[in-house]
């Protein structure tokens, strides 16, 4: 079974940045289209951002202009860089391929902007 595990997140002041990383435990990320995906308290989780397999990119409109997802198939890791911050992305951000295989999703990683 494919592990994927989120790191990267953290406490930041609203304008700042992260770098989230998805390290995959297989040849994941080269494979399939993967998705970057956040969950806020009391609301659903949502997709922010996926990169195909063909380098095609697709941002929830919120996020556009301000976040990057790329990705090294070396390392079987993918990245969303997180830039001018807002209070309104803090939220548990997880990765998955998309469209998410249910048993494949990791344990998040926390990010907090504060105003």
């Not at 079974?1 to 940045?17: D, F, I, K, P």
């Not at 949502?46 to 697709?58: D, M, Q």
């Not at 548990?92 to 048993?103: D, E, L, Q």
Request: charged share 15%.
């Amino acid at each position: 079974q494919v592990q994927l595990v989120e790191s990267g997140g953290g406490l930041v002041q609203a304008g700042g940045s992260l770098r989230l990383s998805c390290a995959a435990s297989e040849r994941t990320v080269s494979w399939y289209n993967m998705g970057w995906y956040r969950q806020a308290p009391g609301k659903e989780r949502e997709l922010v951002a996926y990169l195909s397999i063909g380098s095609t990119t697709y941002y929830e409109d919120s996020v556009k202009g301000r976040f990057t997802i790329s990705r090294d198939n070396a390392k079987n890791t993918v990245y969303l860089q997180m830039d001018v911050l807002k209070p309104e992305d803090t939220a548990v951000y997880y990765c998955n391929t998309h469209p998410p295989i249910p048993n494949h999703w990791g344990q998040g990683t926390q990010v907090t902007v504060s105003s």
